[in-house]
Nanobody
Framework: QVQLVESGGGLVQAGGSLRLSCAAS????????MRWFRQAPGKQRELVAV???????NYVDSVRGRFTISRDNANDALYLQMNSLKPEDTAVYSC???????????????WGKGTLVTVSS
């Protein structure tokens, strides 16, 4: 079993910053790609950023230059630094990871429950 737990969400004014964290725990052998998704009210879930185990990152156009994804492989943690926040960034942010558990031959997809980010104008 693997658990992903997000933290760091909250209410912030437009132009402000927040740092999200995602802690992975459980029977982990290796974590491959890790991702942040978000889902705004009434909208479909959107991939925000992805990072490989080697640290290569990519972003959706709407956050590029404002958000930074990073990870701590030693501690199985994922982060999202969000700067210059806009009201349209308001959403539930969830982390997602491809995890190989001890004894497994392939990675499985795991999700956290999400943390709410609200940006006021």
């Amino acid at each position: 079993q693997v658990q992903l737990v997000e933290s760091g969400g909250g209410l912030v004014q437009a132009g402000g910053s927040l740092r999200l964290s995602c802690a992975a725990s459980g029977n982990i052998f290796r974590i491959n790609n890790m991702r942040w998704f978000r889902q705004a009210p009434g909208k479909q879930r959107e991939l925000v950023a992805v990072i490989t185990s080697g640290g290569a990152a990519n972003y959706v156009d709407s956050v590029r230059g404002r958000f930074t994804i990073s990870r701590d492989n030693a501690n199985d943690a994922l982060y999202l630094q969000m700067n210059s926040l806009k009201p349209e960034d308001t959403a539930v942010y969830s982390c997602n990871a491809d995890v190989v558990t001890v004894g497994a031959f392939y990675a499985r997809d795991y999700w956290g429950k999400g943390t709410l980010v609200t940006v006021s104008s």
